[in-house]
């Protein structure tokens, strides 16, 4: 069965502490793997896209890399404001997505 | 930067009221989504279109029309609204080879 797992659920960091999230798939013929990050109350807003296996993308102090099972979403030195939920899809058909259900990250100043 | 418009941020509506959602996006867009987001479900896709006119069902589309008379615009429609349809409701717009851009989202209580 087709699966997106992103894990932790939640993450506390201290502020400077850097961490990686992960997400998970079992999808076959895979076409992108998307993060997003997502604001209380608000939609999620577009990261990165990864294609193929040893691919990285890099973003102020996020870097998403890709393998054949799973992406890590990495936060260098993160500060408060990167406090969110982040999100991870994963594109199996041209306008077919599967979403995991997030990582929830609080940052401590 | 493209931006997707959701007509309301907070509804409430009573059982078996019938619900429009209403989205719009600026970029000329083909393919617009409406999803709904409920906690520890993620995102489910309820229905998309890839044209004007065209939709296509996703994995929920139970309780739920769609209309895509003009290209800029999208609208959810909640036949008879009950309160297992209570979420947050978020519209998507994408274009070829991009990540969704999605609007900030209708969270709706149905009483």
């Known amino acids: 069965e087709d699966q997106v797992t992103q894990s932790p659920e939640a993450l506390r960091l201290q502020e400077g502490e850097s961490s990686s999230l992960n997400c998970s798939y079992t999808?076959?013929?895979?076409?992108?793997l998307f993060w997003y990050r997502q604001d209380p109350g608000k939609g999620p807003e577009f990261l990165f896209t990864?294609?193929?296996a040893g691919e990285e993308k890099e973003k102020e102090r996020l870097k998403a890399t890709l393998t054949k099972k799973e992406s890590f979403l990495h936060i260098t030195a993160p500060k408060p404001e990167d406090s969110a939920t982040y999100l991870c899809a994963v594109q199996y058909n041209f306008n077919k997505f599967y979403f995991g259900s997030g990582t929830k990250l609080n940052v401590k100043p | 930067d493209v931006k997707v418009t959701q007509s309301s941020r907070y509804l409430v509506k009573r059982t078996g009221e019938k619900v429009f959602l209403e989205c719009v996006q600026d970029m000329d867009h083909e393919n617009m989504f409406w999803y709904r987001q409920d906690p520890g479900l993620g995102l489910r896709l309820i229905y998309f279109?890839?044209?004007?006119?065209?939709?296509e069902k996703g994995d929920i589309p139970e309780g739920y029309s769609v209309s895509r008379e003009k290209k800029e615009r999208f609208s959810l429609i909640l036949e008879s609204a009950s309160t297992n349809q209570t979420s947050m409701y978020l519209c998507?717009?994408?274009?070829?080879?991009?990540?969704?851009?999605f609007g900030s989202g209708t969270r709706l209580t149905v009483v």
């Open positions: 998507a717009s994408r274009g070829a080879n991009y990540g969704y851009t």
């Open positions: 279109s890839y044209d004007v006119k065209m939709k």
């Open positions: 999808v076959s013929g895979l076409r992108g």
């Open positions: 990864l294609y193929s």
